[in-house]
Each structure stands twice: as structure tokens, then as C-alpha cells.
């Protein structure tokens, strides 16, 4: 982890900067995601979702887990206190836009019936992080 002394905020504003990293940002808000429902969501493929996971770990915003054959993505909050709150105040932002709520549509569709995706088969369901919600079902 990345002390506050050292944070680079250069280098989250460069993560926010990109719509794909935005929308991986407000599937995750409270929720620990495997990679497999972001490339069922997103529509893209996983070495490009897993790509822009990456880029947002090094920014310091999303930590991961393995847990056998599945990788799993949640957000942490920055050491840094302004990093914290331009992290929280886009947060908010994304929650309002038309876009982002339809992913988060798709995402509770998919979470509450996995079995109606053939690539989500088999697949561990989202879990809370500190007071998120897994799915809306």
C-alpha cells in the first residue's frame, strides 16, 4: 500500500480519466466483484477488463484476491485524504449518471440469476465489503 506521504495523485486522476476504469469503479462500489461478471457487464474481454484492473491497482483504489480459479476485485480507500474524498465525490457523481445506473442494472440482473449467463456459470456471487450490498435482489 502506497503511504499518504507518497501517494500520487497524478496517477488516480489518470485512472478516473478513462471510461472503462469509471464503469469498473461503479460495479464495485461496496461489492467484492469477480472479474467474470465485469466482462459479462462491460461486454468487453477479460484481458481487457483485467488490464484496466490492474491500472486501477496501481492507483492505490482496488485491491484483489485469488480464491481458487476466480480473481475477485474490491475498491480500498486511498491513503492519501484527498485521493479519499475526489475517490468518494466520483462515486457519488457515477450514481447519478443515466449510463452508470444502467450497469448497475445489468449487474443485479446478472447477480440475482447467474444461471441465465452461460460465461457467469459456475461463478461465485458478489459479496459486501463494510456496508455495500452484494445485489439488489
Not at 457467469?120 to 458478489?126: I, K, N, Y
Request: proline fraction near 4%.
Amino acid at each position: 500500500m502506497v503511504s499518504a506521504k507518497n501517494y500520487d495523485l497524478a496517477r488516480l486522476f489518470a485512472a478516473l480519466a478513462d471510461r472503462t476504469r469509471l464503469r469498473l469503479l461503479n460495479l464495485m462500489d461496496g461489492k467484492e466483484v469477480c472479474v467474470c461478471y465485469f466482462v459479462e457487464i462491460l461486454g468487453q474481454s477479460q484481458p481487457k477488463v483485467s488490464r484496466h484492473l490492474a491500472y486501477l491497482r496501481r492507483a492505490g483504489v482496488v485491491a484483489a484476491r485469488r480464491e481458487g480459479k476466480w480473481m475477485h476485485y474490491r475498491m480500498v480507500a486511498p491513503q492519501h485524504d484527498g485521493a479519499r474524498r475526489i475517490l468518494k465525490e466520483v462515486l457519488a457523481a457515477l450514481s447519478e449518471d443515466g449510463a452508470m445506473q444502467a450497469d448497475r442494472r445489468k449487474f443485479n440482473k446478472a447477480c440475482c440469476a447467474p444461471q441465465k449467463q452461460a460465461a457467469l456459470e459456475g461463478a461465485p456471487l458478489p459479496a459486501a465489503v463494510e456496508g455495500g450490498s452484494s445485489c439488489a435482489c
